[in-house]
C-alpha cells in the first residue's frame, strides 16, 4: 500500500484542455517530444495535475493517462493527479496505485437515443462520421480521421437538422439534452457539462480532500477553455494561458488576461511549461 502523498497547499493544479493542448488534434496522439515527462514533472514536484476534455477515459488512456504514469518519478505521487472527461461526465484518478474511474450517474444518454443517433450515422454519414462507442454519459460523433473538415462542415448541418428532429421526441424533450457541434465532433450532452462543470468537479476533488493551491493555471486552445478560468477565478488566483488563435479570443469574461505563448498547441503548451518557473 502506498502512502499518499498529501502538501495541502502545493503551488499550482495545473489544468489542461487534451485536444490542442496535450495531443495533435490532426493526429489524435502526443506528438511534442519530452511534453508528456514535463507534464509529469510538475507532479514529482508535488504540483496537482488535472486534465479536463470532452474525450472518454479510455480515448485518454493509452495517449495520456498511462505515458503520464509511466513518466512520474515517484509514483505515491499519482494521488495528485485526476483525469476528467466527458465534459465532467466521467473521471479517472489513483488510488492505492490503481486507477479508479467514475461516473456522475444523474448524467446519461437513453440507449434507444445512442440507437437512433448510432443508426442515423451509419445510414447516413457512414463515409464521413463515426460514432463514438467509447462515451459513458454523452453521445458523440466525430469525422472520421483524415477527412476534409470543409466537406465535414456541411455534412454537419444536415446532422445538426437530423438530431434536432430526434430530439423534439416527447421521450427526450424533457431530458434537457443540447447538440454541441465542434470543428471535427457533433455531441448531444446534458445541458449542463462543458469545460466549466469539469472544472468544478476538479476544485470539488481537491476541497475533498483538503487542497488548496497557491494558484491554479488552466491551459486551452479553444474559446470554451475559458470557462475553466471562469469559474474557478472567485476562488483561486487563477491564470489562463491560451495556446490557440489569440486572434479569436474573447477574453472579455476573464479577470487576469490571458497568457499567450509564442508558439502554438502541444508547442506552445511545452513553451509555457519549459519557462514557466516557481
Ligand atoms: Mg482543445
Redesign the pocket.
Known amino acids: 500500500m502506498q502512502k499518499e502523498h498529501l502538501n495541502k497547499t502545493p503551488e499550482v493544479a495545473w489544468i489542461f ?5 496535450i495531443t495533435n ?1 490532426a493526429e489524435k496522439k502526443v506528438t511534442e517530444v519530452g511534453l508528456i515527462e514535463e507534464i509529469s514533472s510538475k507532479l514529482d514536484q508535488g504540483d496537482i495535475v488535472a486534465l479536463n ?1 470532452g474525450r472518454s477515459i479510455s480515448w485518454m488512456m493509452d495517449r495520456v493517462i498511462k505515458p503520464i504514469e509511466e513518466a512520474v518519478g515517484d509514483k505515491t505521487k499519482l494521488v495528485n493527479f485526476l483525469a476528467v472527461g466527458e465534459k465532467g461526465g466521467a473521471w479517472a484518478s489513483f488510488k492505492d496505485g490503481e486507477l479508479v474511474i467514475e461516473v456522475d450517474d444523474q448524467i446519461f444518454i437513453p440507449e434507444s437515443l445512442k440507437a437512433e443517433v448510432r443508426h442515423l450515422i451509419e445510414s447516413k454519414f457512414a463515409e464521413s462520421m463515426f460514432y463514438d462507442e467509447s462515451k459513458l454519459t454523452m453521445l458523440s460523433t466525430e469525422m472520421i480521421d483524415g477527412r476534409s473538415v470543409p466537406d465535414y462542415a456541411k455534412e454537419q448541418l444536415i446532422l445538426i437538422e437530423k438530431m434536432k428532429e430526434i430530439l423534439e421526441n416527447p421521450e427526450y424533450r424533457s431530458l434537457d439534452l443540447k447538440i454541441d457541434p465542434t470543428t471535427i465532433a457533433t455531441d448531444i450532452q446534458n445541458s449542463h457539462v462543458g469545460k466549466h462543470f469539469g472544472a468544478r468537479r476538479i476544485a470539488n476533488w481537491l476541497k475533498e480532500r483538503g487542497i488548496k493551491p497557491i494558484h491554479v493555471i488552466a491551459l ?3 474559446q ?2 475559458t470557462e475553466m478560468a471562469e469559474e474557478l477565478q472567485g476562488e483561486y488566483p487563477v491564470e489562463f494561458v491560451f495556446v ?1 488563435d489569440k486572434s479569436k479570443l474573447d477574453s472579455s469574461k476573464l479577470i487576469k488576461k490571458p497568457v499567450f505563448t509564442q508558439k502554438q498547441f502541444g508547442e506552445g503548451t511545452f513553451e509555457f511549461l519549459t519557462s514557466f518557473k516557481e
Do not use: A, K, L
Request: net charge negative.
Open positions: 484542455d487534451v485536444d490542442g493542448v488534434p476534455t486551452g486552445d479553444s470554451s477553455d490557440g
